[in-house]
């Protein structure tokens, strides 16, 4: 019915990143402050709110990537967009921790439906070569909007701190609504069995992806990097900020025409500097990088050493004597990230065939997930004790990657190259 509205898969997926990001960007920046001060949640708690969000991630991976795989990746993506504005909706309204709780369970289902999926989907449409260059463009697009957000959440909570989460909610429906209409779904082929549909063919699917994990033992290596990001990344989320306001005085920021500002404003120039350092620094390397994403070896040696250099800049956060240089070495490791993520994106698109990608995908993003909930607490944990000593534990949780990376990567990477299915052809995407 709608087929003469549909747009090109490459610009589908411009729009779908990049509207996510503008409305998390918007969400995001005061959600720990809407928490504190709206629903007065202790530390404790708001730990055990990102658990519930990584335990629920952990328990729906699968079954969404089988989903996926089996009937409609395009299906998959728009039931996680779905989902993900209902759940934040029910955050804007939450007054009491249980209300938290089931909100980011909700959350979680919906992230599950869009893991694995979206990098799928995006596979099939334009050929899994041209993913690196797509996941950098938009990395570009994204820091634009990203500002935006930033921007746009400090005018709504100006009036309630709720604002924001209630807003980003909405879109995020009105961005299913959207795309629903106009997103393609040209190449996708349902894993090949004979079980049939509903859930004798789900169930063959996951026979189907558990056959690929065990017969190529670098994605069990893929799981482990996941699961050692996932432990890491939550306690230096989860602590990161409170290091920098608990441990430093924060200058005197004014502003021509309004005078002095909170010492909290601090937070959204350092995101603000954040993003427009990573557009740059990006923009510069992306000729060189669109082609290393291509070269799984190249990748892998890239990735090595770009985890080297988040370990260090979150280890020289964690022990700065200083605002300025704490800011440095945070915005330094912002920098690493920005130029792992599509080099780690493309790599694990490229090491698994389409048939299954889905569902391998989700299985290697448990991973993550698992860690975050395992690893997380015990990072907060020590975090009660000394927050410098829990970001250097985060920190150097992120060191046996690179050697991952340099070596088990390596070693697997003539065996990749034999059973990795030919390249497709990407389609036109009508732009430069």
């Known amino acids: 019915m709608f087929a003469r509205f549909k747009l090109n898969a490459e610009i589908t997926y411009y729009l779908l990143s990049g509207a996510m990001t503008l409305f998390d960007?918007?969400?995001f920046v005061y959600l720990t402050v809407f928490y504190f001060t709206v629903v007065g949640l202790k530390p404790l708690e708001l730990v055990l709110v990102g658990t519930a969000l990584e335990g629920s991630i952990l328990l729906f991976e699968v079954p969404t990537g089988v989903v996926a795989d089996t009937y409609s990746r395009r299906l998959s993506v728009l039931l996680g967009v779905l989902t993900l504005g209902i759940g934040f909706a029910i955050t804007s309204l939450a007054r009491s921790f249980l209300v938290v709780i089931s909100a980011q369970v909700v959350c979680g289902l919906g992230y599950t439906f869009l893991s694995g999926a979206t990098d799928a989907w995006l596979a099939d449409e334009v050929g899994e070569t041209q993913v690196g260059r797509v996941y950098l463009k938009s990395g570009q697009i994204n820091r634009l909007l990203g500002i935006l957000g930033i921007l746009a959440s400090a005018v709504l909570a100006s009036f309630r701190l709720d604002l924001p989460i209630l807003v980003g909610g909405l879109l995020y429906v009105l961005l299913f609504c959207g795309l629903a209409v106009v997103m393609p779904e040209k190449n996708f082929h349902p894993a090949a069995h004979?079980?049939?549909?509903?859930?004798?063919?789900?169930?063959?699917?996951?026979?189907?992806?558990?056959?690929?994990?065990?017969?190529?033992?670098?994605?069990?290596?893929?799981?482990?990097?996941?699961?050692?990001?996932?432990?890491?990344s939550e306690g230096f989320d989860r602590l990161g900020d409170a290091h920098l306001a608990g441990n430093f005085v924060f200058p005197a920021l004014t502003l021509p025409g309004l005078?002095?500002?909170?010492?909290?404003?601090?937070?959204?120039?350092?995101?603000?500097?954040?993003?427009l350092i990573n557009l740059?620094?990006?923009?510069?390397?992306?000729?060189?990088?669109?082609?290393?994403?291509?070269?799984?070896?190249?990748?892998?040696?890239?990735?090595?050493?770009?985890?080297?250099?988040?370990?260090?800049?979150?280890?020289?956060?964690?022990?700065?004597?200083?605002?300025?240089?704490?800011?440095?070495?945070?915005?330094?490791?912002?920098?690493?990230g920005a130029l792992i993520w599509p080099l780690f994106g493309a790599f694990q698109v490229?090491?698994?065939?389409?048939?299954a990608r889905a569902t391998v995908l989700s299985m290697t993003s448990q991973g993550n997930a698992l860690g975050q909930v395992l690893g997380g607490p015990l990072v907060g944990w020590q975090g009660n004790r000394s927050l410098r000593a829990a970001l250097m534990t985060a920190g150097l949780l992120f060191l046996p990657n690179s050697l991952l990376y340099a070596r088990g990567v390596?070693?697997?990477?003539?065996?990749?190259?034999?059973?990795?299915?030919?390249?497709?052809?990407?389609?036109e995407s009508g732009l430069p």
């Open 25 to 27: 960007s918007t969400m």
């Open 194 to 232: 004979s079980a049939g549909a509903g859930l004798p063919a789900m169930l063959a699917t996951f026979r189907l992806g558990a056959q690929v994990m065990r017969g190529q033992p670098f994605l069990i290596w893929l799981v482990l990097i996941n699961f050692i990001i996932g432990a890491a």
């Open 259 to 275: 005078g002095a500002l909170k010492p909290v404003a601090w937070f959204s120039v350092i995101s603000l500097a954040a993003s």
């Open 280 to 336: 740059l620094v990006v923009a510069r390397l992306r000729a060189r990088l669109e082609p290393l994403s291509q070269d799984r070896r190249r990748t892998a040696q890239a990735l090595a050493v770009l985890n080297v250099l988040s370990v260090g800049a979150t280890v020289v956060f964690a022990l700065a004597g200083s605002f300025p240089l704490a800011v440095g070495a945070l915005l330094l490791r912002g920098v690493a």
């Open 350 to 355: 490229q090491a698994v065939g389409s048939q």
């Open 410 to 427: 390596g070693r697997e990477e003539s065996r990749l190259a034999e059973l990795s299915p030919a390249p497709t052809a990407p389609e």
